[in-house]
């Protein structure tokens, strides 16, 4: 007997869109077949909608404990649900305390427990005098590190040094784990002229590409040098890429995720005194996103991630605008899977690449390609129905997140999500919800 069919027309799977019925048995993926057997008992008919694997996202910031004001696992989970995201991996910061010991991944881990609606996992964190930490926090099982090369925005997540990377690094290479990196290194100013606090133009400039150049050359050293994986995460500088392209041809173990704000907006585009859009690095000019777009649609680029990086609405500045006060970070959860879609359709990009920017390859990232990320015989039955043709509109009162400030609000997009299941069982059926059904996950 199985415990759960899926019939449909369009099946997303490695070898491309089928029609037929995938078989579900204790949480996986038992077969796929082209007809329905006797031996089921629960048979769902999605018709035309489209069955993909649950949408991977392996950079958000949910903040708890600590500053659960900002976000937090119940209402990041949810939101992700809704968005079709049935397993994310948390980065250490802007939580507190920060994931950089061993007792901070136990409170952490407690806290999570709690309020799971979608699968979690965690990075671990790099910084200054931390190195006896690391190997504990492989014990615990987080899935790999995140370091930064600049200021992260709080105090106490201070940016690693380089002599910080190389005592760290050899460790991650003997267990084979990932070093994120945020990559800015911004120990020379960008400008000499100070510039209007409500100009995006102004905040542009502030962090410059060869900031975001310098760093990645660095971590291209270091990735050849000690042979340790290195992700390059969210970016920006479309000068990065050459490099890029020639390290990986190198054989070297490094992959890049882009993020979709870089792939849907263009600096030209956003107003002045709009602080929902500052992140970083920041949102460059439409020439430079289209050459992200050129490296992700030739593989330089792995894959596309949020950030999902929320605050409260006060700390973004929403009302004097100031650029160089803000919060930077975008909010854009649940709405991952549709605003990368439609961006990806002016691309001439496909349902299967989406599937592979968003499934396939971050759960490679996060060491889970043989269980997560494909449609395929013995992968956990994680699996969102969706609606690619179906336009909606971003609203408030649709949005999930703790806080309503997202750059997106507004805007049309293609792509709207009815079911979300975690292990064959349904979590989220067209607005409604079966709760605390997450796990957390550990390599």
């Known amino acids: 007997m199985f415990d759960l069919a899926i019939q449909g027309n369009a099946i997303l799977t490695p070898e491309g869109i089928v029609k037929g019925v995938v078989l579900i048995n204790q949480g996986r993926v038992a077969d796929i077949v082209p007809v ?20 991977i996202d392996p950079h ?34 802007n939580a ?52 930064f090369l600049t200021h992260s925005g709080i105090d106490d997540f201070p940016n690693a040094t380089e002599a910080d990377l190389r005592k760290a690094m050899p460790i991650l290479a003997k267990h084979g784990l990932p ?9 020379e100013p960008a400008h000499e002229k100070p510039w209007p606090p409500g100009s995006y133009k102004g905040y542009l400039s502030s962090r410059p590409k060869a900031w975001e150049n310098k760093a990645i050359d660095l971590m291209i050293q270091l990735c050849e040098e000690y042979n340790c994986p290195v992700h390059i995460v969210h970016l920006s500088s479309a000068e990065g890429i050459e490099p890029i392209r020639k390290a990986k041809e190198k054989g070297l173990p490094l992959t890049v995720e882009t993020a979709q704000h870089y792939l849907y907006f263009a600096a030209e585009d956003i107003p002045d005194a709009h602080t929902e859009f500052k992140c970083a690095p920041p949102i460059r000019e ?56 439609t961006a990806a359709k002016k691309q001439d990009a496909s349902l299967p690449d989406i599937a592979k920017w968003l499934c396939e390859k971050p759960a490679r990232l996060a ?18 129905i969706w609606d690619p043709e179906q336009p909606f509109t971003v609203t408030e009162s649709m949005i999930l997140h703790k806080h309503k400030v997202t750059p997106y609000m507004n805007e049309t997009l293609y792509g709207v999500v009815e079911q979300a299941f975690l292990g064959g069982k349904a979590v989220f059926n067209k607005g409604q919800f079966q709760l605390n059904k997450g796990n957390l996950i550990t390599r």
């Open 96 to 147: 507190f305390p920060v994931t950089t010991s061993a007792k901070a991944f136990d409170e952490k881990a407690a806290a999570a427990r709690l309020n799971l609606h979608a699968n979690v996992g965690f990075w671990g964190g790099i910084i200054p005098g931390n190195t006896l930490e690391i190997e504990p926090l492989i014990n615990k099982g987080v899935l790999g590190f995140k370091a």
């Open 179 to 187: 070093l994120l990196v945020h990559c800015e290194l911004t120990d």
């Open 286 to 341: 439409r020439a430079n996103n289209e050459q992200l777009w050129d490296a992700l649609k030739a593989g330089i680029i792995d894959f596309v991630a949020t950030d999902h990086s929320p605050a409260p609405p006060e700390l973004k500045h929403l009302q004097s605008g100031d650029f160089t006060k803000a919060w930077g970070g975008i909010a854009s959860l649940q709405l991952a899977l549709p605003v990368l879609w």
């Open 36 to 55: 329905v057997p006797d031996e089921v008992h629960d048979l769902i008919n999605i018709g035309d909608k489209l069955l993909m694997p649950g949408v």
């Open 367 to 384: 060491g889970l390609q043989e269980r997560k990320g494909k449609i395929a015989v013995g992968y956990d039955a994680d699996l969102v």
């Open 60 to 93: 958000v910031h949910i903040n708890e404990p600590g500053r659960t004001d900002w976000e937090g696992f119940d209402t990041a989970t949810r939101a992700a649900l809704a968005g079709g995201l049935t397993t994310l991996v948390e980065m250490p910061l």
